[in-house]
């Protein structure tokens, strides 16, 4: 008789240590003295009465990073973000120290909370990159990596 399992495909089939260390590799550029993840741009009369909206453009490093984060199963898919990023919890681990005994599931929900936000306000991911909160994300996933 065949298991479930015979059915998936093993390109589908992570690895939660391969999915830490694929946000562990960006943890070089991050530390880089001066590293910005992006600009704001826009905000310029395109002509006489029209404004453009302002914009973060991004450094390729962070779009490749969002890439990962899906790839890597980082953002979740049924998950009620925007409830839990006003819950206590996700306040203690955006705010304090409870990040650097975070479990990969907390890192998990962080993600999505910064990368899904960034969809409905502008620059929140640039924001979370700016409050060291995503450098702070990559160097818990580094640490729980090192220990898989």
Same mark, same amino acid.
């Given at each position: 008789?065949?298991?479930?399992?015979?059915? %998936?495909? +093993?390109?589908?089939?992570?690895?939660l240590a391969t999915d830490l260390q694929?946000?562990?590799?960006? #943890?070089?550029?991050?530390?880089?003295? $001066?590293? !910005?993840? $992006?600009?704001?741009? *826009? $905000? =310029?009369?395109?002509?006489? $009465?029209? %404004?453009?909206?302002? &914009?973060?453009?991004?450094?390729?490093?962070?779009?490749?990073? /969002?890439?990962? =984060? &899906?790839?890597?199963?980082?953002v979740k898919k049924d998950f009620a973000?925007?409830?839990?990023?006003?819950?206590?919890?996700?306040?203690?681990?955006?705010? *304090?120290?409870? %990040?650097?005994?975070?479990?990969?599931? !907390?890192? *998990? !929900?962080? #993600?999505?909370?910064?990368?899904?936000?960034?969809?409905?306000?502008?620059?929140? #991911?640039? *924001? +979370?990159?700016?409050?060291?909160? %995503?450098? /702070?994300?990559?160097?818990?996933?580094?640490?729980?990596?090192? +220990?898989?």
């Amino acid at each position: 008789m065949a298991s479930s399992s015979d059915n %998936i495909d +093993a390109k589908d089939i992570r690895s939660l240590a391969t999915d830490l260390q694929a946000l562990a590799d960006f #943890l070089p550029v991050f530390r880089q003295p $001066g590293f !910005q993840a $992006g600009t704001w741009a *826009g $905000g =310029a009369e395109t002509e006489p $009465g029209v %404004i453009q909206m302002p &914009y973060v453009s991004y450094d390729p490093v962070v779009d490749s990073f /969002r890439k990962v =984060a &899906y790839e890597h199963g980082w953002v979740k898919k049924d998950f009620a973000w925007s409830a839990w990023m006003q819950s206590d919890e996700a306040r203690s681990l955006r705010d *304090g120290t409870a %990040i650097r005994s975070a479990t990969s599931d !907390q890192l *998990g !929900q962080l #993600l999505t909370v910064c990368i899904r936000q960034d969809r409905f306000v502008e620059g929140a #991911l640039m *924001g +979370a990159f700016e409050s060291g909160l %995503i450098l /702070r994300i990559v160097e818990r996933a580094a640490v729980l990596a090192a +220990a898989a």
